[in-house]
């Protein structure tokens, strides 16, 4: 089993920066990829960004290319998101999940989901 715990989210002003980190606990070594999803009210959980610990390839979608940034926090257990450049749909809850081999962009192919963070931006 593995555990995963987010924290870092919070209300912010557009263009402003948040970084959401997610720790890892349990038997994350039988996991490869650690990715970032967001869902917001009335809306499908969608993926944001991913990270495989297999050469640290990253991964990101569309919509925040060029203002988020996922990496390693120091630590192999520790999976960072930086945020920048926030606008207000990126308002969310923000969830971190793990699975064996490669990413996938569907949460249904996760096998390991942390509760959850807030991140609200303001107009």
């Known amino acids: 089993q593995v555990q995963l715990v987010e924290s870092g989210g919070g209300l912010v002003q557009a263009g402003g920066s948040l970084r959401l980190s997610c720790a890892a606990s349990g038997s994350f070594f039988d996991t490869n990829a650690m990715s970032w999803f967001r869902q917001a009210p009335g809306k499908e959980r969608e993926f944001v960004a991913a990270i495989e610990r297999g050469g640290d390839r990253t991964y990101y979608t569309d919509s925040v290319k060029g203002r988020f940034s996922v990496s390693r926090g120091g630590a192999i257990n520790i999976v960072e998101l930086q945020m920048n450049g926030l606008k207000p749909e990126d308002t969310a809850v923000y969830y971190c999940?793990?699975?064996?081999?490669?990413?996938?962009?569907?949460?249904?192919?996760?096998?390991?989901w942390g509760q959850g963070t807030q991140v609200t931006v303001s107009s």
């Open positions: 999940a793990a699975k064996s081999f490669s990413y996938a962009k569907y949460p249904s192919a996760y096998d390991y």
